[in-house]
């Protein structure tokens, strides 16, 4: 089946650090760029991060660049967030979704997404 | 960043009628390279994740509804219900895939009338 799987996310202290994952099934997970988005309860969505198929380049929104790493391991299929440093306003569902892409060409678009993982801030 | 403002935030439409969101970028998302707009537009209904509906501003993605249409070019883009149907009620969100830092209008609620 093709499909993504988020796990990792929890309740965790301001300040605190939080690794999250992203299992991918299904399709050729090396031939696609990813990105984590995230949503605050009763908000809209917020792109993160993304990643190059390689590992090779990253690009962060400013709110969590140096609190937040993307990562990939390709041969296990995965993506990860590590978050450090964290903040009430990072309490959020985070999504994993890959990138739509054809024949080698970005499409610029999410065309699949998993069902979120949930990190709550709080003390 | 490339900031996206949709309008309106929320809109009633009656069964059939058609409903239509606008977005607006603060710069233009046409890449100049290969002639396409780098915006997407989703739709998301209540507890579950986003879904695709239009890429490259107006290429549908396979297996959604012809009632959908994106159209626009630049910084002025639409998306379009022809005929609002009771599983559309949804947010929807359009998004810049132009810079290389994505962002997403804040979204715009679609409820039956």
């Known amino acids: 089946e093709v499909q993504l799987v988020e796990s990792g996310g929890g309740l965790v202290q301001p300040g605190g650090s939080l690794r999250i994952s992203c299992a991918a099934s299904?399709?050729?997970?090396?031939?696609?760029?990813m990105s984590w988005v995230r949503q605050a309860p009763g908000k809209g969505l917020e792109w993160v991060a993304n990643?190059?198929?390689?590992?090779?380049?990253?690009n962060y929104m400013d709110f969590v660049k140096g609190r937040f790493t993307i990562s990939r391991d390709n041969a296990k299929n995965s993506l990860y967030l590590q978050l450090n440093s964290l903040r009430a306003e990072d309490t959020a569902v985070y999504y994993c979704?890959?990138?739509?892409?054809?024949?080698?060409?970005?499409?610029?678009?999410?065309?699949?997404w998993g069902q979120g993982t949930v990190v709550t801030v709080s003390s | 960043d490339i900031v996206m403002t949709q309008s309106p935030d929320s809109l009633a439409v009656s069964l059939g009628e058609r409903a239509t969101i606008n977005c607006k970028s603060t710069?233009?998302?046409?890449?100049?390279?290969?002639?396409?707009?780098?915006l997407a537009w989703y739709q998301q209904k209540a507890g579950q994740p986003p879904k695709l509906l239009i890429y490259?501003?107006?290429y549908r993605e396979s297996g959604v509804p012809d009632r959908f249409s994106g159209s626009g070019s630049g910084t002025d883009f639409t998306l379009t219900i022809s005929s609002l149907q009771a599983e559309d009620v949804a947010v929807y969100y359009c998004?810049?895939?132009?810079?290389?830092?994505?962002?997403f209008g804040q979204g715009t609620k679609v409820e039956i009338k």
């Open positions: 979704a890959r990138e739509k892409e054809s024949s080698g060409r970005r499409l610029m678009a999410f065309d699949m």
């Open positions: 299904g399709f050729i997970f090396n031939r696609h760029w």
């Open positions: 990643i190059r198929e390689d590992g090779g380049e990253k």
């Open positions: 710069q233009s998302v046409l890449y100049s390279s290969d002639n396409k707009n780098y």
């Open positions: 490259w501003a107006s």
């Open positions: 998004q810049q895939n132009y810079d290389a830092r994505w962002t």
